[in-house]
């Protein structure tokens, strides 16, 4: 990426000297980034990742089927089926071998807690396979079968570990079962009229189980509450059958696969929509498979089964997405990989893990697509990403804290960065870059759809430009070359330079408090709409 240049002659008139009997806020303003030559330049947005996590001690293949909130703990298992062992991974440790169950000769590695010290699956033992939960100061702990049967297996953890959900034998047939330390393995029924349930997962705090059970007309997806019991979740459109494997931490959102009129396809239910398709991917002819949804069911990841396996990634704006050749347009080299199964997804929906072929070798991997820090997608935006914005608007070498806020000393240096190469419709090295750059002295108050010539862009902070009615306007808009986009809302607009990247600069600071508001539109390929325009993150600059 080119690194941001000074600007000198097209430096902004109102970024250079104050100017007397302007308004008081506007003379805060006012000569904010005179140019200071020699500053550092803002540093690059951080790299897309991936990695083949190997193999765990004594094992030849592996496969990452769950993953921690924040994407720093991997659970799953290596070797041969009924003859390899679960394990936990972490970037510190690598892989590491599970405990086995009391005369146990092999595990499976099914599922973990949000925070990556609990893990869950079965194995075999001494008396039969049963279900597990694993944690570093107790090992590998059985959690029984429900009364009358001979085998069970854990499939998923809450976010603390202490509600274990997944499938039991009992002397009814198999159930669906939900576990507590307190009060052991509860038989969570099965649908009117029907035969066995099996339970898949659980919501961040333990209320909500998901799974599917034999109903009278086949397999149907279900979602269980202590208040309700198991909901229908129904099929697709032409479908009768449906399975639900997994649910978002509120336990709002439930994907799964469903038959239809198009064939087997993944799907995303909501209460208010109920069961949508996300759609197949071209020329597969396997079915569809929802394996896995982010904290607030807006990414879902997958794979398509068969002989022709593909891993997926799913999220309103990119739509269904082969990671095989999605990944590889971020900048990550797959040489040698097949990306067959998405397992797992992070509570941001930035760390994707699962399994693949790397030279012919079953491996599980990891991939974190959007390494941006943890922040609310909204006020974030979309700039180059499809959950949390790629930081181009520095100040002072910074993106700010959590909150997007960065505290500056009376009297010391400022210095602000648009960190971001052209890439216009045509793509990477498109001769301009076009943008614009508000700024308004108020912090912001929350967060609001930007919207322009009818298309969604992100979201900016609030008050924003674009909608009067919501709070103060930005007294000043610097606009580059040939926006398309009538973004200024009337306010005055600078001069300012043509192409991005560049850096501004006031070396003396400011001399008294103040707090300014950066936010900005900028010219993105990759943006999710036809004006190939995205929202920049947005920075609270408190200099007090």
């Known amino acids: 990426m080119q690194l941001p240049r000074t600007i000198g002659s097209s430096t902004p008139r109102w970024l250079k000297a104050d100017r007397r009997g302007s308004p008081a806020h506007h003379r805060?303003?006012?000569?904010?980034?005179?140019?200071?030559?020699?500053?550092?330049?803002?540093?690059?947005?951080?790299?897309?990742?991936?990695?083949?996590?190997?193999?765990?001690?004594?094992?030849?293949?592996?496969a990452s089927r769950a993953v921690s909130a924040d994407g720093s703990v991997v659970a799953g298992d290596g070797g041969v089926a009924f003859a390899g062992r679960a394990f936990r991974w972490t970037n510190a440790r690598g892989m590491e071998n599970l405990e086995l169950l009391?005369?146990?000769?092999?595990?499976?590695?099914?599922?973990?807690?949000?925070?990556?010290?609990?893990?869950?699956?079965?194995?075999?033992?001494?008396?039969g396979q049963r279900a597990y939960r694993w944690t570093r100061a107790g090992g590998s702990e059985i959690l029984g079968v429900l009364p009358g049967g001979i085998q069970s297996l854990g499939s998923a953890a809450s976010a603390d570990g202490s509600v274990i959900v997944g499938t039991s034998g009992s002397a009814n047939g198999y159930r669906a079962f939900r576990w507590t330390g307190a009060g052991g393995m509860e038989d969570l029924g099965t649908m009117a009229g029907g035969a066995i349930s099996l339970g898949y997962s659980v919501s961040a705090d333990g209320s909500v189980v998901v799974g599917d059970g034999y109903s009278p007309i086949g397999d149907v997806a279900f979602r269980w509450t202590r208040s309700g019991g198991m909901e229908n979740l129904g099929a697709l459109p032409g479908g009768a059958f449906s399975f639900a494997y997994a649910v978002s931490a509120d336990g709002a959102v439930v994907v799964g696969d469903s038959d239809s009129s198009q064939g087997d396809i993944a799907y995303r239910w909501t209460c208010a929509g109920g069961m949508v398709s996300l759609g197949t991917l071209p020329g597969t002819w396997d079915y569809m498979v929802s394996n896995a949804v982010n904290g607030d069911g807006s990414v879902v990841v997958g794979a398509s089964v068969?002989?022709?396996?593909?891993?997926?990634?799913?999220?309103?704006?990119?739509?269904l997405v082969d990671l095989n050749l999605y990944l590889p347009t971020?900048?990550?080299?797959?040489?040698?990989?097949?990306?067959t199964d998405a397992g797992g997804v992070s509570a941001d929906g930035r760390t994707i893990v699962g399994t693949?072929?790397?030279?012919?070798?079953?491996?599980?991997?990891?991939?974190?697509?959007?390494?941006?820090?943890?922040?609310?997608?909204?006020?974030?935006?979309?700039?180059?990403?499809?959950?949390?914005?790629?930081?181009?608007?520095?100040?002072n070498g910074s993106p700010g804290d959590a909150n997007r806020v960065i505290n500056i000393p009376i009297g010391s240096p400022i210095q602000v960065a648009l960190n971001a190469a052209p890439a216009g419709p045509g793509g990477p090295g498109d001769s301009i870059a076009r943008y614009v750059i508000w700024a308004w002295t108020s912090a912001p108050s929350g967060s609001f759809p930007l919207t322009a010539t009818g298309h969604t862009l992100g979201c900016t902070v609030n008050p924003t430009p674009l909608h009067r009615p919501s709070g103060p306007q930005p007294f000043r808009c610097l606009h580059g070359t040939g926006l398309p986009l009538a973004v200024c809302a009337g306010v005055p607009v600078s001069a300012s330079p043509a192409r991005a990247p560049?850096?501004?600069?006031?070396?003396?600071?400011?001399?008294?408090?103040?707090?300014?508001?950066?936010?900005?539109?900028?010219?993105?390929?990759?943006?999710?709409?036809?004006?190939?325009?995205?929202?920049?993150?947005?920075?609270?600059v408190v200099v007090q």
Not at 307 to 319: E, I, R
Request: charged content about 10%.
């Open 28 to 62: 805060v303003l006012a000569g904010v980034l005179l140019l200071c030559a020699g500053l550092a330049v803002a540093p690059p947005a951080l790299p897309q990742t991936f990695k083949g996590l190997r193999f765990p001690p004594g094992q030849t293949t592996s």
């Open 102 to 127: 009391p005369g146990g000769t092999y595990s499976f590695g099914a599922g973990m807690s949000g925070d990556g010290s609990v893990v869950v699956g079965y194995g075999d033992s001494a008396v």
């Open 306 to 319: 068969g002989l022709d396996g593909k891993a997926f990634l799913w999220t309103s704006s990119l739509g």
């Open 330 to 339: 971020l900048g990550i080299d797959l040489t040698g990989w097949l990306l």
């Open 356 to 395: 693949g072929t790397h030279n012919g070798v079953a491996e599980a991997w990891l991939a974190t697509l959007y390494p941006c820090p943890d922040r609310s997608r909204c006020s974030d935006g979309t700039v180059n990403s499809f959950q949390c914005t790629t930081d181009v608007l520095f100040v």
């Open 502 to 540: 560049w850096s501004v600069a006031r070396g003396q600071g400011f001399s008294r408090p103040l707090v300014l508001t950066l936010q900005g539109v900028l010219e993105d390929a990759g943006a999710a709409n036809s004006t190939a325009f995205s929202v920049t993150n947005a920075l609270t």
